[in-house]
């Protein structure tokens, strides 16, 4: 198997405090991570720790199939630094 490293860093012009909640709130979550505006986010799951694991689910309404995935944290050091694994 192997692994790949992807780095991403944006800036929002926002308080770091919300946009790091975008990130981790699962209600967050499910109102902005979606693929198209019809699309859903029924699955949220953050456990906000390192070694914690997140999961988010997307639905295709017009197909009714869902898509997931997740992985674990590595580094949470809010609200300036945030690191997955997916």
Not at 33 to 62: N, Q, Y
């Amino acid at each position: 198997m192997s692994t790949a490293t992807l780095s991403l860093e944006r800036s929002f012009d926002a308080p770091r405090a919300a946009v790091f909640a975008a990130w981790t709130d699962p209600e967050g979550l499910r109102r902005w991570w979606a693929a198209g505006p019809d699309w859903d986010t029924p699955v949220a799951e953050v456990d906000l720790r390192v070694g914690g694991s997140v999961r988010v689910v997307m639905r295709d309404p017009d197909k009714d199939v869902e898509y997931g995935g997740g992985g674990r944290y590595t580094e949470v050091e809010p609200p300036t630094r945030l690191a997955f694994t997916w």
